[in-house]
């Protein structure tokens, strides 16, 4: 395994934030293999022993889970107002994972979980452009013309979307609504959503069916799957 600076390994031990294990350090609260240290970029490999005031941490092993989010589920590890969380569908997990990113509450599908704080932060930034795939019911029939606005990019928050890729899956005359699929790489606040409203055909219902190459196409509603060790991979690559 590789290297990794000691504050971090025991922030993701549940030690202390890495600001406050970083204080730590410093004050010579901590031993690496039975040597106070106090210099913090100081790197440990998985092998070493961490003691904190005497105390050895216990060390996670990484683990990463691809959950179907049900709608009425917040996503966060936990909520002020004691609505149903993506945590509850984890009851046997022993490691401290979180989710991914953001899902809306009333927006259903894939959610990544996991206790891995580096691939998640490289995951979550806009310069990776991971795709994730959604498909919308929207009020209205949707043409050609709104499909070529949503790849070419609109303007929400004052600041125009990414290109991004549209298809329309169908549409229902009677009730005036569309089926769309939508590809975007972006992560911005309901960003679908206020594309759709941009392009007049506000957002009935939500489903996340993709996130990068990960597809919940296999996995029911309120269920979730381990990873492979190769889509793991396929992720950091």
């Keep these: 395994m590789a290297e990794e600076r000691l504050q971090k390994v025991m922030a993701e031990a549940g030690v202390a934030s890495r600001r406050k294990s970083e204080k730590l350090i410093a004050e010579g ?6 040597r106070v240290v106090k210099e913090l970029g100081t790197k440990v490999e998985q092998h070493d022993r961490i003691e904190v005031d005497e105390v050895p941490i216990q060390r996670e092993q990484n683990v990463y889970f691809l959950l179907n989010k049900p709608r009425g589920v917040i996503t966060s590890v936990s909520d002020d107002k004691n609505r149903k969380t993506v945590m509850d569908f984890f009851p046997d997990v022993t490691e401290r994972i979180y989710p991914v990113g953001r899902l809306d509450y ?58 991004a890729k549209a298809k ?9 609504t569309s089926i769309v699929q939508l590809t975007i790489h972006e992560g911005r606040n309901h960003q679908v959503k206020k594309m759709f409203m941009a392009v007049g055909h506000p957002v009935q219902k939500l489903h996340r069916n993709s996130y990068s190459f990960l597809s919940i196409d296999d ?14 991979k396929r992720l950091k690559r």
Aim: no cysteine; glycine share 8%.
């Design 29 to 34: 609260h901590v031993k690496v293999n039975g």
């Design 106 to 163: 009333d927006t259903s599908g894939a959610v990544l979980m996991t206790n891995d704080g580096e691939l998640a932060n490289r995951l979550m930034h806009p310069k990776f452009k991971f795709e994730k795939t959604y498909t919308a019911k929207v009020k209205g029939l949707v043409n050609g013309s709104a499909l070529k606005r949503l790849e070419e990019g609109v303007v929400i928050d004052h600041r125009k979307t990414a290109k």
């Design 168 to 176: 329309l899956i169908s549409t229902d005359l009677e009730k005036k």
């Design 219 to 232: 996995v029911q509603s309120g269920k979730w799957r381990a990873l492979k060790l190769s889509e793991v």
